[in-house]
């Protein structure tokens, strides 16, 4: 015999339907439901799932959601890489430039010659200065000691090396800014340019 009811969704599946989730939405509509002898006759007057269906629809979306992530934090984790590579390569220019610069405008003296044959084409060229006040020193130890291995030609430019700076320093947080909001090849190419700017 089967027995009429007044019953909500909500009741119906606390009671026997517990292998099914049900909307909230739905528990409280009143429904005339007739009992379900098996979990085969649960009521689909609302929006019921099975509950392992549930489960697994909440699986692959999180697989989805993790896997997004993954991809997102790899790009982030490139793009901070490649902006890293640019922006060390951008100090190595500065530093380098700034160095040609003080050299340009007599503020760095030249390297000194490495070989005895060096040193002579460097003497015969007259790329050397020598100190009035120590170019007659007689010392038994090294005499290059006393020699100052720059071009006589180029004078010191304390005035012309702070303006070439300041335009450096310039163009450095210009490339800076290119580097750090767009894309790599932009930042490269804006490196690229600072890289081949001539001092003034």
Do not use: H
């Amino acid at each position: 015999m089967l027995y009429m009811y007044t019953m909500t969704i909500a009741e119906v599946y606390e009671r026997y339907c517990m292998n099914y989730e049900c909307d909230m939405g739905c528990m409280e509509q009143p429904s005339f439901t007739i009992l379900p002898r098996s979990l085969g006759d649960c009521p689909k007057a609302g929006p019921c799932k099975p509950k392992r269906m549930q489960k697994q629809e909440e699986t692959e979306n999180n697989m989805y959601a993790t896997s997004t992530q993954i991809a997102l934090t790899s790009e982030e984790a490139m793009e901070t890489r490649q902006q890293k590579y640019l922006l060390n390569r951008l100090d190595i220019a500065y530093d380098k430039m700034k160095q040609a610069a003080s050299r340009q405008f007599g503020l760095t003296d030249d390297e000194r010659p490495m070989t005895a044959a060096e040193m002579i084409a460097r003497i015969i060229a007259g790329k050397y200065v020598l100190d009035d006040s120590t170019k007659d020193y007689r010392t038994y130890n090294n005499t290059a000691d006393y020699i100052t291995w720059r071009d006589p030609a180029i004078k010191k430019d304390q005035l012309g090396f702070d303006a070439a700076k300041t335009k450096l320093q310039t163009l450095v947080t210009a490339t800076r800014d290119s580097i750090m909001v767009k894309p790599a090849a932009d930042g490269l190419a804006a490196l690229q340019a600072f890289e081949a700017t001539p001092i003034q």
